[in-house]
């Protein structure tokens, strides 16, 4: 018999990225600054990169300003009908605004300079809790009521 794997929702990606946070799928040079607290810290390039692997869309890079001098980068995700989906936005201060929001060309893997490492571990991690919920959902809907 042929198990039938249950749809995920965005509510299950979601999960699966924020579990799969930590300092070492952070920026490198700001992992020191990445704490439990603000798990969202430094995780918007990858996590944009991720999310743009499951639901495709376009890259939205924006400004990160502090007393109107640009200081960073943040990195969301556009999906179709102008659909803004930010899983990182809480990582930021009040003192830090973000600012813009241009497209983005994704460029292939291979000529990324930076965050190479971070991003497969975030999406290796990623995918297995997705596997693994699916693998929960289709089991427990398969199961014969006693």
Known sequence: ?????TPLLLTDIEQAVRDSWSAE??????RSRWTEENPARD???????????????????GEV????????????NRLGMGFEIDLTREQFGPEEIVTGGDVVAR??????????EEYELLRDRVLE???RRQATDS??????QV
């Open 107 to 116: 460029p292939p893997l291979a000529e990324w300079r930076r965050l190479h």
């Open 1 to 5: 018999m042929t198990q039938t794997r």
């Open 65 to 76: 300003h502090v007393d109107g001098v640009r200081v960073d980068y943040h990195w969301w």
């Open 25 to 30: 799928t952070c920026t490198p040079e700001f």
């Open 43 to 61: 995780q918007c390039g990858v996590t944009a990169m991720v999310l743009n692997d499951l639901l495709g869309g376009e890259l939205i890079r």
């Open 139 to 144: 089991s427990a809907i398969s199961r014969p």
């Open 129 to 131: 809790k997705l596997d």
